[in-house]
């Protein structure tokens, strides 16, 4: 079955880093697109934003315009793993940060990974 399981999350003061891991297993992760959302305190999973996305062979990548030139997404095709390297975090980066592959009509999630700013 598909599993997905986030890490690397963790406090860090405001304009620090962070990278967030996801290891990927039940399903051939060359072959799919791979996405980051976040979940804001006091928001529903219906809420959840998305970050940032990668197709399969990393060819095209999108970012939600509140990232944009601070977070970067990639994949490791071989290691089944996509990162999300996070920098200048801001207190309002504070999230649950959730990998999601849409794979066969059905969104997949992993656990979560807590990030929070704040000095």
């Known amino acids: 079955q598909v599993q997905l399981v986030e890490s690397g999350g963790d406090l860090v003061q405001p304009g620090g880093s962070l990278r967030l891991s996801c290891a990927a297993s039940g399903f051939t992760f060359s072959s799919y697109a791979m996405s980051w959302y976040r979940q804001a305190p006091g928001k529903e999973r219906k809420e959840r934003e998305l970050v940032a996305s990668i197709t399969d062979n990393g060819g095209i990548i999108n970012y939600a315009d509140s990232v944009k030139g601070r977070f970067t997404i990639s994949r490791d095709n071989a290691k089944n793993t996509v990162y999300l390297q996070m920098n200048s975090l801001k207190p309002e980066d504070t999230a649950v940060y959730y990998c999601?592959?849409?794979?066969?009509?059905?969104?997949?999630w992993g656990q979560g990974t807590q990030v929070t700013v704040s000095s």
């Open positions: 999601n592959v849409y794979r066969w009509t059905k969104n997949y």
